[in-house]
């Protein structure tokens, strides 16, 4: 979970999302890259050797000016890259250019999944992540509330760690939210798995 402060709209903390970096980290058996740490730069350095990205944070549905919609809020610093500052932004442009070479990415923030739709389908960061290598994305289909989606998030971590089956881990973990929160889905259905399952 990055430190978040993109202008001109100051994006507020979520601190479950920093709980879920470091539940997800302990079971993955690695170091999560939380605040100040989550850089774009350090971000962009580990992604090519990365066999899972879970990313815990502000998804952005704007275009901000890129030919692909969408973004990802990571923490900004002042380095200046080329003419601008680096204001902590992952554009789903930006990530088509990458080498992906995880199994699977997991965007644990809101809206991952929407953009813009064209006769091809959905063009956005899901699409972004596909094109860049992942066999596997899971992306949420609406805006999600923060401590709620880290629980979601840790139980799907916990259930692909003892079965390896990307698609029914997710649904084990909704249906488990779901007895916690049986009169509100907001809470427990918003993600999907787009790609391969297993």
Excluded at 4 to 22: D, M, S, T
Excluded at 138 to 152: F, G, H, N
């Amino acid at each position: 979970m990055p430190r978040v402060g993109i202008p001109p709209k100051q994006l507020y903390q979520l601190p479950g999302a920093e709980k879920e970096a470091r539940k997800i980290a302990k079971i993955l058996n690695t170091k999560a890259l939380t605040g100040k740490q989550a850089t774009k730069e350090t971000i962009l350095k580990r992604i090519p050797s990365a066999k899972i990205i879970h990313l815990a944070t502000h998804g952005l549905l704007d275009d901000f000016g890129e030919r692909v919609p969408g973004a990802l809020a990571l923490t900004p610093n002042t380095k200046v890259i080329g003419s601008k500052t680096n204001e902590g932004l992952l554009t789903a442009t930006e990530i088509i250019n990458l080498n992906i070479n995880a199994d699977l990415v997991v965007l644990s923030a809101c809206d991952t999944g929407r953009g813009k739709i064209t006769s091809d389908g959905v063009i956005g960061l899901s699409r972004a992540l596909i094109t860049a290598g992942t066999p596997s994305v899971i992306v949420s289909l609406w805006s999600v509330p923060d401590a709620p989606t880290a629980e979601l998030m840790t139980e799907f971590y916990r259930q692909l760690k003892l079965t390896g089956d990307k698609a029914q881990s997710l649904r084990h973990a909704m249906l488990k939210l779901k007895e916690k929160y049986p009169d509100t889905p907001r809470k427990w259905a918003a993600f999907t798995l787009i790609g391969e399952a297993e």
